[in-house]
């Protein structure tokens, strides 16, 4: 697709530094954007991480190259800040999953039940919730609740359901599924460690469990990432959203990655549509307009941040490492 008439002979790459520097703006960019993307940004990671990073910055503007919910956890931590997203319509599936009405209402239904929830979700969610967990910190915030409480885990059920497994909890799951990672067939990944009988399988715990039963190591993209630098061995499988890849390949570049595939044999299902809506293009306009800017009313904001809060204070210290453990987990 070419660029909008109105960037006809406009150097793209040359006119965001130029901005970075005007407006005193950091690129944030995550792990499943696109390559070009990565390389330009300031910091690349996951979510949490990188809003986190620009936090402790100087910058005026956060230019965050991911989905809705991550540029909004940057607004949650920096409020001062400008922050933008190069597409307002790059979403996310599990945010989508879970509107806040209905998460209210299901809250309501279980009032003896606290909410642990995924990071990816709304700011709305976020501010109904108790405590927000990524898949790096939620093993160790759950070793310290009670048994006996009663917990909702939402919205990724996958997730939810990897941690029940894991640690012998029963949280009652919000249905929710990230497309991505839903599209991994396992025929197609069996057939792949066929051909490839050596390698490890490296997933994300947002994997249905057919997928997670044949992982040697499940964890967040930056726990991956670790993985992947320290295996003994030639080549890996990685089970995540492809692009991450591409800082494998940096990091170690005399390996060998491969893409799990998808129900089709390949891995081009497993590419999120959400991710690829930002472009450098969008990013040059993002910065240049300073739109579209993520805004939220104080006090939503506020009781999101109290939820943020109780996650960096139970469990600050996995922020960025993404560890749930080298073993894959078996079992139903």
Not at 246 to 264: L, R, T
Request: net charge negative; aromatic share 6%.
């Amino acid at each position: 697709m070419n660029a909008p008439a109105s960037l006809t002979g406009v150097d793209v790459r040359a006119e965001i530094d130029r901005l970075r520097k005007e407006r005193n703006a950091v690129i944030l960019a995550h792990y499943y954007q696109k390559p070009e993307i990565q390389d330009l940004a300031d910091f690349v990671g996951d979510s949490l991480e990188l809003s986190r990073k620009a936090a402790e910055t100087d910058a005026e503007v956060i230019a965050f190259c991911g989905v809705r919910f991550m540029a909004e956890t940057a607004k949650i931590l920096s409020p001062d800040k400008v922050v933008v997203l190069p597409d307002m319509n790059a979403g996310c599936s599990l945010e989508d999953s879970c509107p806040p009405q209905q998460f209210a209402a299901f809250r309501a239904q279980h009032p003896d039940h606290i909410a642990l929830t995924y990071i990816n979700c709304s700011v709305e969610v976020k501010a109904l919730s108790d405590i927000i967990v990524t898949s790096s910190s939620a093993e160790k915030i759950l070793s310290q609740i009670p048994k006996d409480q009663k917990i909702i885990f939402g919205p990724d059920k996958h997730l939810g359901g990897y941690i029940n497994r894991k640690m012998g909890r029963d949280m009652l799951l919000w249905p929710g599924v990230c497309i991505v990672h839903e599209a991994f067939s396992e025929t197609e990944l069996l057939k792949l460690k066929a051909q490839h009988p050596t390698a490890p399988v490296a997933a994300h715990p947002e994997c249905p469990p057919h997928v997670l039963d044949h992982a040697d190591y499940v964890g967040s993209t930056s726990g991956i990432l670790a993985f992947a630098k320290d295996f003994d061995g030639d080549t890996m499988i990685v089970a995540t959203e492809p692009h991450i890849i591409h800082q494998m390949e940096k990091a170690v570049p005399h390996k060998n990655f491969i893409g799990a595939p998808g129900a089709d044999g390949n891995c081009n299902c497993n590419i999120c549509p959400y991710m690829a809506m930002n472009t450098l293009e969008k990013l040059y306009v993002a910065l240049r307009d300073l739109e579209p800017r993520i805004e939220i009313e104080e006090e939503i904001r506020l009781k999101a941040k109290k939820s943020l809060d109780r996650m960096l204070a139970m469990a600050s210290g996995t922020v960025g490492l993404g560890d749930l453990g080298p073993l894959r987990v078996t079992g139903d």
